[in-house]
């Protein structure tokens, strides 16, 4: 166990619906990202925060936005879904946001859009 | 751009036998590279990192990895495998978030 939580851990939803998924970091990590891993794109990185503010941006589309609140939780909020959008989303979290620091990565969400 | 290629989809290999896992890197300054292990319906476990210092890196389960930068790689071992360690592993680079390769998938039969 990481440490890290993720809810949900399914998410089935229809095309043009709006989804949030949630993370809690590891206690006393301040960095947040996330991932989403699919079949034909491998694991990708969407957007990093720390401590509530938004340091990297990665492959994140524009219907696609996050935030990470004052207990450093995060969501991620999907919208306007798309069948391609079926994937698994990691979260994962590190003490600090620098290069040196391993992530450590929740269970994922699995997000099935019909 | 801060890269990893993992140039095998599938390594297999018997049980007791050493194994290892090929990542060739391709980055601008000094590389911070990290191995991880993800088992299935499972999210990614951290194995090892290299940042700088001795070039074997030793982590978890036993297993190792060797930095090398004339060849600019940084393969991952293990000196006798367990059926248990069949999984996908992931070779990354530190960007500063984490460019994963594609993947290699390991089957270690008994």
């Known amino acids: 166990d990481?440490?890290?939580?993720?809810?949900?851990?399914?998410?089935?939803t229809a095309t043009g619906q709006r989804v949030t998924l949630r993370c809690s970091p590891r206690s006393g990590d301040l960095s947040v990202y996330w991932y989403q891993q699919s079949l034909d794109q491998g694991l990708q990185f969407l957007i990093q925060y720390y401590n509530?503010?938004?340091?990297?941006?990665?492959?994140?589309?524009?219907?696609?936005?996050?935030?990470?609140f004052p207990d450093l939780h995060s969501e991620?909020?999907?919208?306007?879904?798309?069948?391609g959008d079926?994937?698994?989303?990691?979260?994962?979290s590190s003490v600090a946001g620098t290069s040196r620091?391993?992530?450590?990565?929740?269970?994922?969400?699995?997000l099935t859009v019909l | 751009a801060q890269s990893v290629a993992q140039p095998e989809d599938q390594v297999n290999v018997a049980e007791g036998n050493p194994l290892t896992v090929k990542c060739t890197y391709s980055v601008s300054g000094n590389p911070y590279?990290?191995?991880?292990v993800q088992y299935p319906n499972r999210g990614l476990?951290?194995?090892?990192?290299?940042?700088?210092?001795?070039?074997?890196?030793?982590?978890?389960?036993g297993f190792e990895a060797e930095f090398n930068k004339s060849q600019t790689s940084f393969h991952l071992k293990k000196p006798s495998a367990l059926v248990s360690d069949s999984a996908l592993y992931f070779?990354?680079?530190?960007?500063?978030?984490?460019?994963?390769?594609?993947?290699?998938?390991?089957l270690v039969t008994p």
Do not use: M
């Open chain 1, 2 to 12: 990481s440490g890290v939580t993720q809810t949900p851990k399914h998410l089935i």
């Open chain 1, 52 to 68: 509530g503010e938004e340091r990297a941006k990665g492959n994140i589309l524009e219907r696609f936005s996050a935030q990470q």
């Open chain 1, 76 to 83: 991620l909020n999907l919208s306007s879904l798309e069948l």
């Open chain 1, 86 to 92: 079926s994937a698994l989303y990691f979260c994962a």
């Open chain 1, 101 to 110: 620091n391993e992530q450590f990565f929740g269970p994922g969400t699995r």
């Open chain 2, 33 to 36: 590279l990290f191995w991880y």
């Open chain 2, 45 to 61: 476990q951290f194995l090892l990192k290299y940042i700088t210092g001795d070039n074997l890196v030793k982590g978890s389960y």
């Open chain 2, 91 to 106: 070779c990354a680079v530190r960007a500063p978030s984490l460019n994963f390769g594609k993947g290699t998938s390991l």
